[in-house]
């Protein structure tokens, strides 16, 4: 079973018994707001999942693969933040655009710097939220501290897939 869903199982499980130990009314309580969690994020989900393999499905997988492959290198990385940047989009866009990518043969390195950038950079974000509510000198400040991190990221990772694959 895949360890990102055991931990997801396991946390649900020790917050469902810290909330049955505040009471029956709490825990039932805590189900109907999971419930409308639910039913309020899986059509979003559907709807980001199929578009994202739309938008793939524009770029052909050899370019995809060729670009921000394992066998790309630096320059897959490179790619990777900036297609983080331009993405105009929530998590559930960006990150189902991820597991596109990583389907279409894109390494971990691409996509770590990918979701980094889009976490950090996003041009969306920079447009309708810092600059009119911080403004200039704020983005200028906050950009020059963590314009780095996507490469960063993404060389760690590179590094770390090459240790882990040695024997």
């Known amino acids: 079973m895949n360890p990102g869903l055991l931990i997801i199982y396991a946390l649900m499980i020790v917050l469902g018994a810290v909330a049955l130990s505040g009471g029956v009314e709490r825990f039932r309580l805590g189900v109907i707001r999971g ?22 499905k524009l770029i052909p997988t050899n370019m995809i693969s060729g670009l921000l492959g394992a066998d790309a290198g630096f320059l897959a990385i490179i790619i990777g933040t900036m297609t983080g940047i331009l993405i105009p989009a929530g998590p559930v866009v960006s990150f189902s655009i991820a597991a596109v990518f990583a389907n279409e043969g894109a390494s971990v390195a691409a996509l770590v710097a990918f979701i980094t950038s889009w976490s950090v950079h996003a041009l969306h974000r920079i447009i309708i939220f810092e600059i009119p509510l911080l403004g200039l000198s704020f983005l200028r400040l906050r950009l020059l501290s963590v314009m780095i991190l996507p490469l960063i990221a993404g060389l760690l990772t590179m590094v770390a897939a090459r240790i882990a694959s040695t024997p």
């Open 35 to 56: 419930i409308e969690q639910i039913i309020r994020l899986l059509p979003r989900m559907l709807c980001a999942l199929v578009g994202a393999g739309f938008l793939v």
